[in-house]
Nanobody, 123 residues
Framework: VQLQASGGGLVQAGASLRLSCAASDRTFRTVSWFRQGPGTEREFVAADWRRGVATYYADSVKGRFTISRDNAKSTVYLQMNSLKPEDTGVYYC???????????????????WGQGTLVTVSS
């Protein structure tokens, strides 16, 4: 199984981007996005838990980012609006079938990772 993240780029503050995470041959119960900024730890951004039962967001992106999925395409999206320079980083999608609420925001909650796509927001 492979996860392919795409959609990153260089944008100005206030702009929008949509990231995509495509799975090679199946869907997963939970798919999330994490990001890693320069010199920082990888952090949780958003999750689509158990195929849309619920979605969760980091406080820093709540109201600006939206996670969604298209099961027919085995793809999960992250719509990012009102981007800020502090949103800059490499964005990774992560997937798992046994993720539970207690580890939803932790890297250990996921078995599969995409390669990352770079988002750069200039001020």
């Amino acid at each position: 199984v492979q996860l392919q993240a795409s959609g990153g780029g260089l944008v100005q503050a206030g702009a929008s981007l949509r990231l995509s995470c495509a799975a090679s041959d199946r869907t997963f119960r939970t798919v999330s996005w994490f990001r890693q900024g320069p010199g920082t730890e990888r952090e949780f951004v958003a999750a689509d838990w158990r195929r849309g039962v619920a979605t969760y967001y980091a406080d820093s992106v709540k109201g600006r980012f939206t996670i969604s999925r298209d099961n027919a395409k085995s793809t999960v999206y992250l719509q990012m609006n009102s981007l800020k320079p502090e949103d800059t980083g490499v964005y990774y999608c992560a997937a798992g079938d046994t993720t539970i609420l207690s580890n939803l925001r932790q890297k250990a909650g996921y078995h599969y990772w995409g390669q990352g796509t770079l988002v750069t927001v200039s001020s």
